[in-house]
């Protein structure tokens, strides 16, 4: 309504203008810009393709996809936004099916909507990690994906959510935005899914990539990027989910002082065909979990070495006579080089990613050379 109309409305409610003078007021109030109806119509298109989280948990009921688009102020300026509802629920709900479905959806999206300049994806952020390194390997396209969630929920004093979703439809809408991966954004930052990670349970600041830093900052005049990713991601993934019904178990066993190898031996006769080991360091090991980390290789499973240390490379080991200890005449042709292709080194990533891209691993070979290629590159 035009400035004069609702001056007009409120004296007329007041009883202080007649309503022929308050219809004359309404008649007379100046058109709309015939440009503004042009000029929305000329801005990227985002959709929302929200599945719950913090941000939409609001007391007595959550936020819909259309209730989060419609809380954000001022998207106009930016985006013609879109919604739809994939899920409601809390992060650590989400299912392993339900991430393969909701790869394939975005997937649809951005294959037969040309015009669609990128997707925005609410999560919850307890696992929002998971779920954007998930993406960043399945979803195969240069348009921009962008996961958002919030720290505290929409009944709170000092909701961030409106203005972290804001940001992210920015982000998703932004040429520079494209062909860099799956993105998180949160607290005016932009960070690559494969390097974040949540490191505080409650702060604002908690998505950190250590040690590499941020992509970029949202600002309040542009969004900035200050650098690129080199590994492998979305458009250039060799992994497809169109027709993947389930994706084996792989399980993650923590390295502490005194632990027992009893407990990855359950895991291996539970079925599991990998296992990620969270090291003491650099891959040290402790208790009898050498005796289970054999088990499981003795047993055809793929154990994956990862750090616990939150940062640090492991380093793959050479394959051959000298990396397996064998005397130079038994060299690659020996009994144990097949339980040593099962040996994997995890590279920088941290143990719940490791697990992700071993899962998508064993969908496509059983083979350690490559599966620790694909650990290389990605």
Same mark, same amino acid.
């Given at each position: ?5 609702? !001056? ?9 203008? $007649?309503?022929?003078? /308050? #219809?004359?007021?309404?008649?007379? #109030? $100046? ?7 042009? #000029?929305? +119509? ?35 300026? @930016? ?30 999206? !951005? ?21 954007? *390194? ?5 979803? %195969? ?17 000092? @909701? ?16 520079? +935005? ?13 960070? +690559? ?18 040690? *590499? ?18 590994? %492998? /991601?979305?458009? %250039? ?6 027709? =993947?019904?389930?994706? $084996? ?6 390295? @502490? ?86 040996? =994997? ?5 941290? $143990? ?27």
């Amino acid at each position: 309504m035009r400035p004069t109309s609702l !001056v007009s409305l409120v004296l007329l409610t007041l009883g202080l203008l $007649p309503q022929a003078a /308050h #219809a004359q007021a309404v008649a007379t #109030a $100046p058109p709309r810009p015939a440009g503004a109806a042009a #000029a929305t +119509a000329t801005l990227p298109r985002v959709r929302l393709v929200a599945t719950g989280g913090t941000i939409s948990n609001r007391n007595g009921g959550r936020l819909s996809a259309e209730e989060l688009v419609t809380a954000m102020p001022g998207v106009d300026r @930016y985006v013609r936004p879109e919604a739809e509802q994939f899920a409601n629920t809390a992060s650590s709900e989400l299912t392993l099916k339900q991430w393969l479905d909701l790869a394939r959806r975005i997937n649809t999206l !951005v294959t037969e909507d040309a015009d669609l300049a990128g997707i925005v994806v609410t999560s919850g952020t307890d696992t929002l990690e998971e779920t954007a *390194y998930f993406l960043n390997l399945t979803v %195969r396209s240069a348009k921009p994906v962008v996961v958002v969630g919030s720290m505290r929920n929409p009944s709170t004093l000092g @909701y961030e959510g409106a203005a972290n979703l804001l940001e992210a439809f920015r982000v998703a809408a932004t040429p520079e +935005a494209r062909g860099k991966g799956v993105l998180v954004v949160l607290n005016d930052e932009i960070n +690559a899914a494969r390097d974040v990670t949540k490191t505080d349970a409650l702060r604002l600041n908690t998505f950190q990539s250590r040690p *590499y830093g941020v992509l970029g900052v949202v600002d309040s005049d542009r969004v900035v990027f200050y650098r690129d990713l080199v590994k %492998r /991601h979305t458009e %250039r993934s060799e992994f497809d989910v169109a027709r =993947i019904d389930e994706l $084996p178990r792989v399980d993650i066993v923590m390295v @502490y002082q005194g632990a027992s190898g009893d407990i990855i031996k359950a895991i291996v006769d539970q079925g599991a065909k990998g296992i990620v080991i969270a090291s003491a360091g650099a891959g040290a090991t402790s208790g009898t979990q050498a005796e289970g980390i054999q088990y499981a290789i003795d047993k055809g499973v793929f154990v994956v070495t990862s750090t616990r240390t939150g940062s640090g490379r492991i380093a793959a080991r050479r394959r051959g006579t000298a990396a397996l200890g064998l005397p130079s005449n038994e060299g690659d042709q020996g009994a144990a080089r097949p339980a040593a292709d099962r040996r =994997i080194a995890a590279e920088d990533l941290a $143990p719940v990613k490791a697990r992700i891209l071993l899962m998508l691993a064993l969908t496509r070979t059983t083979s350690g050379a490559e599966i620790q290629r694909m650990f290389t590159e990605y």
